[in-house]
């Protein structure tokens, strides 16, 4: 036997044969290990029909185009006239015929010299804020393809982000423009409600919608709004107040001293600005928009941002259902579509509102656009987060990230504001935004504005994310900052990133001793436990009835091999906490290891 398998062995042809065997196993391995990784497509995932409408010819063929030259796309919402509009859901799509016109802000960029490339992916029904959808797909997102792009309108701000085109249309009824915006680094409008002809779209909820648009260039923008807004918006010179919503700055993750700091040193060398203002606008809606009282959250009876934005989206929300059920009820009740988990709650919650409360819910609406009209008035600008987060793993944002965003969102969209998204580089490798809020019909002197500021922003953006600025709203307030942001690290099992945050928050406040024993709980994932250790001692200073403190000095003394220490720390948290199970499992293994 072996002396055959020698003379087979030594033919060249066996190895030859050995050899493409493997080659063709390395190339099977890569192929499933590309597979796995889920490479971008070509076009991102942002596209779900291609095809091109060129630019519709001029009688005047001596004047310039304004979007001549440039390519935009188009949300799945737009009717264009021979193609049936999708409303990203494909039971919509089999059910509904080729739509005989195009809407008419598809009608008017053609006119003005732009090219349409396609249609882009959105949530079904314009339902949700992650932009993924259980039939097309999720568009990939350019700078962090592990994060989601947002939505609704996400197939259009990826198509923008990753420069398949100069800018592209989407709608934006809760958010669906704004904070896709934000996720993918780009710029992002929601003009005033009505200011843009909704002709040909279709709609999900007329007291909310918009149409607004994507870019990555201000100069792009702000020629797209030429085209779009009324042409007796006559804008006039006038100086510019920047007022500073300090109290929806806690709503973000993103320290507010720097987006602060960055508007603050883009307004120093230009002409015509005010110097900025500081408010609180939840007090401000409280007092205002007297209706929202009967939506005040019984559990708590707290005016402070949660709960004030809270009871706003409530009605955002009950006017989106009610619209959407008066619009789109019978075609449910009729072909019973297949939809995506999170839309069918969505979708049926909406079917299931009723008429109760509904006078009231535009009575807030109006009340809203009231009182941000004697804000604002015509130079106004509201400066607040665009959404409350920095990261967003696909299929992995909480409840909690959902109640801030649509929070953050509600203000635009039921006073009926012009609202802009303006990215601010990066903070902890993720897009950071903010957002600037004029007043209703004040479209093209925020987007003026925009195209004032912008470079100066941006050029702004690189300085303040290096620099240890001062904390301009109190040290407590970053440190409870910095420790959620530890948190989120050790959930991600990032220790040495925990232990940044957590140090970071002790220099600014050195006598909580959550901050010491959540440190001590990374530094003991690191195997450090002599630090996690001292942490612990530190904490139980600060605060003797800290059980996690002791829980941890416990582990850290046992994995040091000093039991009787140990069992001392887990006896002392059975007497804070008698059923505390980690405790009393503890305390039991090292009586047994000692017996």
């Known amino acids: 036997m072996s002396k055959s398998f020698k003379l087979k062995a030594s033919n060249p042809k066996l190895w030859l044969l050995i050899g493409i065997g493997l080659a063709g196993a390395v190339v099977l391995t890569e192929t499933r290990r590309r597979r796995r990784r889920k490479l971008p497509k070509e076009d991102f995932g942002a596209l779900v029909e291609r095809f091109e409408l060129l630019p519709i010819p001029q009688p005047?063929?001596?004047?310039?185009?304004?979007?001549?030259?440039?390519?935009?796309?188009?949300?799945?919402?737009?009717?264009?006239?021979?193609?049936?509009?999708?409303?990203?859901?494909?039971?919509?799509?089999?059910?509904?015929?080729?739509?005989?016109?195009?809407?008419?802000?598809?009608?008017?960029?053609?006119?003005?010299?732009?090219?349409?490339?396609?249609?882009?992916?959105?949530?079904?029904?314009?339902?949700?804020?992650?932009?993924?959808?259980?039939?097309?797909?999720?568009?990939?997102?350019?700078?962090?393809?592990?994060?989601?792009?947002?939505?609704?309108?996400?197939?259009s701000a990826v198509a923008v982000a990753a420069g398949l085109v100069d800018f592209a249309i989407g709608t934006d009824t809760t958010g669906c423009v704004r904070l896709p915006a934000a996720f993918c680094g780009i710029l992002g409008f929601r003009p005033s409600h009505g200011f843009v002809s909704t002709i040909g779209v279709l709609p999900n909820a007329q007291s909310l919608d918009t149409v607004g648009w994507f870019a990555r260039d201000s100069s792009v923008l702000h020629h797209v709004g030429l085209v779009l807004l009324p042409m007796n918006l006559v804008e006039l010179k006038r100086t510019r107040r920047i007022i500073f919503a300090d109290d929806l700055f806690q709503l973000s993750k993103v320290p507010s001293q720097k987006t602060v700091y960055i508007i603050n040193r883009a307004i120093e060398n230009l002409s015509g600005y005010q110097s900025p203002q500081h408010m609180n606008i939840c007090q401000y809606i409280a007092s205002n928009v007297p209706s929202l009282k009967g939506f005040r959250d019984k559990l708590t009876h707290q005016q402070n941002a949660v709960s004030i934005l809270k009871d706003l989206t409530s009605v955002m929300f009950s006017l989106q259902g009610y619209e959407f059920k008066t619009n789109h009820e019978e075609w449910f009740k009729s072909v019973k579509p297949r939809l995506g988990r999170a839309v069918s709650e969505r979708i049926n919650s909406a079917m299931n509102s009723t008429h109760d409360?509904?006078?009231?819910?535009?009575?807030?609406?109006?009340?809203?656009?009231?009182?941000?009209?004697?804000?604002?008035?015509?130079?106004?600008?509201?400066?607040?987060?665009?959404?409350?987060?920095?990261?967003?793993?696909?299929?992995?944002?909480?409840?909690?990230?959902?109640d801030r965003a649509y929070a953050l969102s509600s203000i635009a969209s039921i006073s009926g504001c012009c609202q802009v998204a303006i990215p601010l580089g990066c903070h902890n490798d993720c897009c950071a935004s903010v957002s600037f809020i004029s007043a209703h019909?004040?479209?093209?002197?925020?987007?003026?504005?925009?195209?004032?500021?912008?470079?100066?922003?941006?050029?702004?953006?690189?300085?303040?994310?290096?620099?240890?600025?001062?904390?301009?709203?109190?040290?407590?307030?970053?440190?409870?900052?910095?420790?959620?942001?530890?948190?989120?690290?050790?959930?991600?099992?990032?220790?040495?990133?925990?232990?940044?945050?957590y140090s970071e928050a002790i220099n600014l406040n050195g006598t909580n001793a959550t901050y010491f024993s959540n440190r001590a709980a990374a530094y003991l994932e690191l195997g450090c436990f002599q630090e996690a250790e001292e942490d612990c001692n530190k904490a139980i200073l600060h605060d003797k009835k800290n059980v996690k403190a002791y829980l941890r000095r416990g582990t850290a003394r046992e994995l040091l091999l000093r039991y009787k220490e140990a069992l001392k720390d887990f006896q002392h948290a059975l007497v804070l906490e008698p059923q505390n199970k980690t405790a009393s499992l503890a305390e039991k293994r090292l009586r047994k290891s000692r017996s």
Not at 62 to 77: C, E, G, N, R, Y
Not at 138 to 144: A, E, F, H
Not at 384 to 389: H, L
Not at 394 to 402: A, D, I, N, V
Request: charge should be neutral; aromatic fraction near 10%.
């Open 357 to 402: 409360h509904i006078k009231t819910l535009y009575k807030v609406r109006t009340e809203m656009r009231v009182a941000f009209q004697r804000l604002l008035k015509d130079d106004g600008i509201l400066v607040i987060p665009t959404v409350p987060d920095d990261l967003l793993k696909l299929k992995g944002f909480s409840s909690e990230f959902h």
């Open 60 to 155: 005047d063929q001596t004047q310039t185009q304004t979007l001549s030259a440039l390519t935009f796309a188009i949300k799945d919402i737009f009717d264009v006239k021979g193609y049936v509009t999708g409303f990203g859901n494909p039971h919509w799509k089999k059910t509904h015929s080729e739509a005989g016109k195009t809407a008419i802000v598809i009608t008017a960029l053609l006119s003005s010299g732009a090219t349409c490339v396609g249609k882009t992916v959105m949530d079904e029904f314009s339902f949700g804020i992650s932009g993924e959808n259980k039939f097309y797909g999720t568009p990939t997102n350019p700078y962090l393809p592990s994060s989601i792009p947002g939505g609704s309108s996400s197939g």
């Open 441 to 501: 019909g004040a479209d093209k002197f925020l987007l003026n504005t925009v195209l004032d500021m912008y470079t100066t922003i941006q050029e702004q953006v690189s300085v303040a994310y290096t620099l240890p600025l001062p904390d301009t709203n109190g040290g407590i307030e970053s440190s409870e900052l910095l420790k959620e942001k530890g948190n989120a690290a050790f959930k991600g099992r990032l220790w040495n990133k925990a232990v940044n945050y």
